[in-house]
């Protein structure tokens, strides 16, 4: 876009006083012609401005939509990671595993609700009668979902805590009535559900166990990541007054959950899965940040929780959890699905080409900024020479009116 040009002012002090010019035109009339050259240039500056700001705008949602993009990216290539990254071996293939199994963890920890039914899903145990309510039970939290590395397991399973991560999921109401029942004083029948299974199998049920029914949740009202195979939420991100994310920010809790096939294929009766339902109302719109410094510096931007890479936590508004980290017994399986290297590097290849769109946009945004700053700087001078000249032409009719006052009078009478 052309930069634009500096205007040339008139100013009527050089006008000679007489009542027309060499030129034949009278001060008034240059004042007029001045005038109005100015309102015309201020008319296109004032466009050059508006244009000016359209391109900004349009440039920043261009550059929301790459950040979206990158971020996302990062996640799926586990930039996020504060452990050593997990690169392509020579063999073409990337993994990891967990070397403890979470089952295990679950059977050790002594929780014995949790613990039978991991055990019930891991192998077939008790009488099959009591294998019937086991089909309205997906499992427990902790089993239902992979996290990318350990570090980001063990953030995520102390969030939540032990009480959450032990929780065990029915589908629907039917299936939490059956795990327990009453008898007419309203005690719990330990002949029945669960407990019956875990007196059966030498495991009796003792305490409380907290359970979760999909069917009872309030699902997240709106929409998936385009063609995304894990149907992550599409959450909008934080942004700062600038349109930019907060500096850290590398995405929402309930999106670093990645579900198993089987898992990820199961839908209520009304069509929703276990990230809109069970983890969407377990981590809600927790933020993820990769300090603790950069978490801190975005609470402004925090609706629900945050957690930091290097231990930071915030459970909710005001709601602060210092102290030192504590090692929950049961974290979330570290096991990812291989990867083929051809598909690791075309990500990566992918990666470099958004930065690059990236610094392209940043360098068109600034451009623009200047160029609508000197359009702004140019429409001031032109429009405080305007007011100058109006001033000048109210002087200039003022004195007018006073010599056209003072012409005598002829009386028609003296005719």
Request: charged letters at 25%; a neutral charge.
């Amino acid at each position: 876009m052309s930069h634009s040009r500096a205007l040339v002012v008139l100013d009527v002090n050089q006008f000679p006083k007489s009542e027309s010019t060499d030129a034949g035109q009278s001060t008034a009339d240059l004042i007029t012609c001045g005038t109005k050259k100015l309102q015309d240039d201020l008319h296109v500056l004032g466009q050059r401005i508006k244009q000016h700001e359209e391109n900004i705008r349009s440039f920043k949602s261009e550059k929301a939509k790459l950040d979206d993009a990158i971020l996302d990216k990062q996640c799926k290539l586990g930039n996020y990671h504060s452990g050593p990254q997990c690169k392509p071996s020579d063999k073409g293939l990337s993994h990891i595993s967990d070397q403890v199994g979470t089952i295990d963890q679950v059977l050790l920890c002594g929780k014995p609700a949790a613990g039978l039914v991991c055990q019930l899903k891991r192998e077939e145990v008790g009488e099959p009668s009591h294998h019937a309510f086991s089909k309205n039970v997906l499992g427990i939290v902790a089993t239902l979902g992979n996290v990318a590395d350990t570090n980001l397991s063990s953030l995520l399973s102390e969030y939540l805590g032990i009480e959450n991560m032990l929780a065990v999921v029915c589908k629907t109401y039917e299936g939490v009535k059956s795990l327990e029942t009453y008898d007419n004083e309203a005690c719990i029948d330990k002949r029945t559900g669960l407990h019956g299974l875990g007196a059966s199998v030498g495991r009796p049920i003792n305490g409380r166990f907290l359970v979760i029914c999909l069917e009872n949740l309030r699902p997240f009202p709106g929409n998936f990541v385009y063609d995304d195979p894990q149907r992550k939420l599409d959450l909008l991100k934080p942004r700062q007054p600038d349109g930019d994310c907060p500096p850290g920010f590398i995405g929402y809790a309930v999106n670093m959950i990645e579900l198993e096939a089987v898992h990820l294929q199961y839908l209520t009766e009304y069509g929703y899965g276990l990230r809109e339902t069970l983890f969407y109302n377990l981590f809600r719109h927790t933020q993820v940040y990769k300090t603790r410094t950069e978490m801190v510096n975005a609470l402004p931007f925090i609706s629900d929780g945050a957690i930091s890479l290097d231990g930071g936590m915030v459970k909710g508004p005001g709601l602060y959890s210092l102290g030192t980290r504590e090692d929950v017994p049961v974290r979330f399986s570290t096991a990812s699905v291989p990867k083929f290297v051809a598909d690791y590097y075309e990500m990566e290849k992918e990666m470099k080409e958004l930065k690059w769109k990236r610094e392209k946009l940043l360098e068109d945004i600034q451009r623009e900024r200047q160029l609508l700053e000197r359009a702004k700087n140019y429409f001031q001078i032109n429009k405080d020479e305007l007011i100058k000249l109006l001033a000048q032409s109210s002087t200039h009719a003022a004195v007018q009116m006073g010599r056209d006052s003072q012409i005598p009078k002829m009386n028609p009478l003296s005719l």
